[in-house]
């Protein structure tokens, strides 16, 4: 059963506009949400997290919503550039790694 | 600074073959982990290990070994390899024991393809 689920493979989005990625969980037991960027024959870089307490964080372009009620967070994107497009994956922390979604591959087109 | 680093890049094997997946961090990392990532099922963990001499089964450890002797090291062992095993192998370090339990983020290497066939 999966524990964190990002709903949507892809998501194309125009250069400048607002990206918005989203990613649910069933696992009240999270304590740490954190969002990886992957390019291709890369390894996945750490973007943005977010602690279970808080329910926003901001870094720049990049905000981390987080709704514990609805157990959903979504990574928006402002202004999206074609530097963007990537492989995003939604990660979870508990004791032993993280539980990671099967990513959502945004595409940002001029 | 050279990070997570995995060899190979890439590697094809035969059924039934051996083989060990290097890794090597610089950062003195105490928690190191491997995962696997196939199509359309992100990024599952392996074995991770919290520190020298410490290591423990992740979410999908059937057919992998793993030992921790040095801090830097972690290498991931096939002991007989199977087509089911043919994925993208990423290794990744944090620098608390705890792991990423917390708010530690993972480094992670470049990845390994690895071919069963």
């Known amino acids: 059963d999966q524990q964190v689920k990002q709903n949507s493979p892809s998501l194309s989005v125009q250069e400048g506009r607002i990206s918005i990625l989203n990613c649910d969980y069933t696992n009240s037991m999270f304590d740490y949400f954190l969002w990886y960027k992957k390019y291709p024959a890369e390894g996945p870089t750490f973007l943005i997290s977010?602690?279970?307490?808080?329910d926003k964080n901001e870094d720049g372009r990049f905000t981390v919503f987080l709704n514990k009620s609805a157990k959903h967070l979504s990574l928006h994107i402002v202004p999206s550039q074609p530097g963007d497009s990537a492989v995003y994956f939604c990660a979870a922390s508990e004791t032993d790694g993280l539980t990671f979604g099967k990513g959502t591959h945004l595409i940002i087109q001029p | 600074n050279a990070g997570v680093t995995q060899t190979p890049k890439f590697q094809v094997l035969k059924t039934g073959q051996s083989m060990t997946l290097q890794c090597a961090q610089d950062m003195n990392h105490e928690y190191m982990s491997w995962y696997r990532q196939d199509p359309g099922m992100g990024l599952r963990l392996i074995h991770y290990?919290?520190?020298?001499?410490?290591?423990d089964q992740g979410e999908v450890p059937n057919g992998y070994n793993v030992s921790r002797s040095t801090t830097e090291d972690f290498p991931l062992r096939l002991l007989s390899a199977a087509p089911s095993q043919t994925s993208v192998y990423f290794c990744?370090?944090?620098?608390?024991?705890?792991?990423?339990?917390?708010?530690?983020?993972?480094?992670f290497g470049s990845g390994t393809q690895l071919s069963v066939l």
């Open positions: 977010i602690s279970s307490i808080k």
């Open positions: 290990s919290v520190g020298a001499g410490i290591t």
């Open positions: 990744a370090s944090s620098y608390s024991g705890t792991g990423p339990s917390t708010n530690e983020k993972l480094f």
